[in-house]
């Protein structure tokens, strides 16, 4: 069995930074080191979107809309996940979700292709 838990989120003004992590813990016999994390959002009346995601080697893959102010990261152990935001923007406001255990493992997977999902923390951006 495989739980996420997400923390970080809150309430920032457009520009700021928020950093998020998800913790993954797995009963013996998973390989949750081996999977693919990522990130997800979903904003009020929107689909969840991917925003990130990282295999068990380190290879990041970002959406568009956040290259070069998101940071995806997980820790040694590979069970920890981070997302480090900044320059944050009002249509960044949105409930954050991390996931695992999908492929492929780029910002081309859906929500369909993760097997494992946090319970999502809310980000708020105002302006």
């Known amino acids: 069995q495989v739980q996420m838990e997400e923390s970080g989120g809150g309430s920032v003004q457009a520009g700021g930074s928020l950093r998020l992590s998800c913790a993954l813990s797995a009963a013996y016999g998973y390989s949750a080191s081996s999977y693919c994390m990522g990130w997800f959002r979903q904003a009020p009346g929107k689909e969840r979107e991917v925003v990130a995601a990282?295999?068990?080697?380190?290879?990041?893959s970002y959406v568009d809309s956040v290259k070069g102010r998101f940071t995806i990261s997980r820790d040694n152990a590979k069970t920890t996940m981070y997302l480090q935001m900044n320059s944050l923007k009002p249509e960044d406001t949105a409930m954050y979700y991390c996931?695992?255990?999908?492929?492929?493992?780029?910002?081309?997977?859906?929500?369909?292709?993760?097997?494992?999902w946090g319970q999502g923390t809310l980000v708020t951006v105002s302006s």
């Open positions: 996931a695992a255990d999908a492929w492929p493992c780029t910002v081309a997977a859906g929500p369909a292709d993760f097997g494992y």
């Open positions: 990282i295999d068990s080697g380190g290879s990041t």
